[in-house]
T-cell receptor
Framework: RKEVEQDPGPFNVPEGATVAFNCTYS??????FFWYRQDCRKEPKLLMS???SGNEDGRFTAQLNRASQYISLLIRDSKLSDSATYLC?????????FGAGTRLTVKP | EAGVAQSPRYKIIEKRQSVAFWCNPI?????LYWYQQILGQGPKLLIQ????????DSQLPKDRFSAERLKGVDSTLKIQPAKLEDSAVYLC??????????FGQGTRLTVV
């Protein structure tokens, strides 16, 4: 089993749609969680941290379920500029592991 | 604030040649990572340093890959000899403990 698993997609959605990405992790000792965004041929950049209580940043909402070892990202009112690959990242004291990424394409 | 610096940006070598990549992390970041990202895949951790010590190198192909961070600041990653399947982007990242990681722009390696 992979340490961090994501649905690779691709997700192709129209502008204005709501889309959700899921991520599961295997290390129960994981301590912190993030969603990164990676544009084509660019380095990953932090989109948002994920907190146990859930957190929202504009159109983006992240959720963490430690019992199920599950993280989610919800994007509302999708924009063309949201087209990218979204990477789930799981930190432990020992290392930082990435999922394979979920590719999103938002179409007009 | 200066970000993570990597060089070179691009490198093309023939198989069986050697290559080295350099990374200068954000000042004060004790943790440094090297990742390999093959096209269409997520970044795969190669090695993690805490200051000048190795924390995790379990996925580093040690028969051909080596990395060092002698003074606990900048780091080099070497491949010797290179294989075709080493073609990838090599990303360096740094962070303070348990905070977000910042990435350099990466080195795109093509082995022909």
């Amino acid at each position: 089993r992979k340490e961090v698993e994501q649905d690779p997609g691709p997700f192709n959605v129209p502008e204005g749609a709501t889309v959700a990405f899921n991520c599961t992790y295997s290390n129960s000792a994981s301590q912190s969680f993030f969603w990164y965004r990676q544009d084509c041929r660019k380095e990953p950049k932090l989109l948002m941290s994920v907190y146990s209580s859930g957190n929202e940043d504009g159109r983006f909402t992240a959720q963490l379920n430690r019992a199920s070892q599950y993280i989610s990202l919800l994007i509302r009112d999708s924009k063309l500029s949201d087209s990218a690959t979204y990477l789930c990242v799981v930190n432990s004291m020992r290392d930082m592991r990435f999922g394979a990424g979920t590719r999103l394409t938002v179409k007009p | 604030e200066a970000g993570v610096a990597q060089s070179p940006r691009y490198k093309i070598i023939e198989k069986r040649q050697s290559v080295a990549f350099w990374c200068n992390p954000i000042s004060g970041h004790a943790t440094l990572y090297w990742y390999q990202q093959i096209l269409g895949q997520g970044p795969k951790l190669l090695i993690q340093f805490q200051n000048n010590g190795v924390v995790d190198d379990s996925q580093l192909p040690k028969d051909r890959f080596s990395a060092e961070r002698l003074k606990g600041v900048d780091s080099t990653l070497k491949i010797q000899p290179a294989k075709l399947e080493d073609s990838a982007v090599y990303l360096c990242a740094s962070r303070l403990q348990n905070t977000e990681a910042f990435f350099g722009q990466g080195t795109r390696l093509t082995v022909v």
